[in-house]
């Protein structure tokens, strides 16, 4: 399974490892991950599972929905240039290794 670490906004790590298939909020919530919320469970309509994909990924994510792009403006932290809802970030096997920074809050 694909790793993925995680960084809150304090510092500290959290390791997951992630089914390929599985959004990243999802592995998120289900791990208890604090900060991530995913209030819609994962429809792209709440902006509660606001992430920061590290650059070294962001080129190997598919570009976001226009849906996705919508719910980035109404996140509770600032949107970035690497935001990215983690319900729309599908876990796959080139994704080994994937960082993601979480923001301040997400309501």
């Not at 309509?45 to 190997?60: N, S």
């Not at 598919?62 to 983690?86: D, F, Q, Y």
């Amino acid at each position: 399974m694909p790793q993925v670490t995680l960084i809150s906004s304090d510092g500290k790590d959290i390791q997951l490892e992630v089914p390929i298939g599985q959004s990243l909020m999802q592995a998120a919530v289900s791990a208890g991950v604090p900060g991530i919320v995913g209030e819609c469970g994962g429809s792209a309509m709440c902006a509660t599972c606001h992430v920061y994909v590290d650059e070294a990924f962001a080129e190997k994510l598919p570009a976001p929905l226009e849906t996705e792009l919508e719910m980035l403006e109404c996140t509770a932290s600032e949107r970035r240039e690497n935001s990215r809802l983690g319900c729309q970030i599908k876990i796959l096997a080139d994704l080994d290794g994937l960082v993601i920074r979480l923001p301040e809050r997400q309501q």
